[in-house]
């Protein structure tokens, strides 16, 4: 991953005056970790947004803060409700010498012929996981291919996925990430995977074979 800098200069300015920063086209910020005292910050809007794209909350990032670097992580986003651009963002200044705990996003690629061939419908058991590693082993993401779900009732669990030497999954290994199940009318005939045999409460929808898209 290319390193991703952020210049920031030292915020004094707080309460209502920060809508003038704002205006301004600048950014407020905060930057706290265990070897530092919270320290507000100043960035700038249209450069934060433009880096910030496409990174998730275990991506690394370098906050340089008038010629001192910190590696962080963005913890919180706070955004305007309508126009959808940054408010706030706070940072966690981390140690590139001592492992830290966090979640990683899962993101699924391929197209399982379950679905495919057979209409089968991919519900899925949870969309992160937890991790410890040191902070520049830090995966932005994990990537779980679908596409080896041949039939209806295969599934992927946590203990399927591979990740580097240096992270430490947390997440119980046996937790279900991926499970293609039959189409409703077929789960009401009692084909294919009857209702109770996925052990997922309530499990979110994210991908319809052919059948159910030429219905809609």
Do not use: C, W
Not at 124 to 145: A, C, F, H, N, W
Not at 162 to 171: P, S
Not at 173 to 193: C, N, R, S
């Amino acid at each position: 991953m290319e390193k991703v800098v952020l210049h920031a200069v030292r915020r004094v300015v707080k309460g209502k005056q920060v809508g003038a920063l704002r205006r301004q086209g600048k950014l407020p910020a905060v930057i706290y970790g265990r070897h530092m005292e919270p320290t507000s910050i100043l960035l700038e809007l249209r450069e934060t947004t433009k880096a910030l794209h496409g990174l998730t909350s275990s991506s690394l990032v370098t906050i340089d803060v008038e010629g001192q670097e910190h590696a962080a992580l963005v913890r919180e986003k706070q955004r305007n409700f309508i126009k959808g651009t940054y408010l706030h963002l706070d940072f966690q200044a981390v140690s590139l010498t001592e492992k830290i705990r966090t979640s990683v996003n899962i993101e699924l690629t391929g197209l399982s012929p379950a679905v495919k061939d057979f209409n089968g419908i991919i519900v899925t058991g949870m969309d992160k996981i937890e991790v410890e590693s040191l902070p520049q082993y830090l995966p932005e993401r994990i990537i779980v291919d679908i596409s080896k779900l041949a039939k209806i009732g295969n599934s992927i669990h946590i203990r399927d996925i591979t990740v580097d030497e240096n992270v430490h999954i947390l997440t119980d290994l046996d937790e279900m990430l991926v499970l293609v199940t039959a189409p409703k009318e077929d789960i009401l005939e009692g084909d294919g995977v009857e209702g109770g045999a996925t052990g997922v409460g309530e499990p979110e929808i994210i991908e319809k074979g052919k059948k159910e898209e030429e219905e809609d």
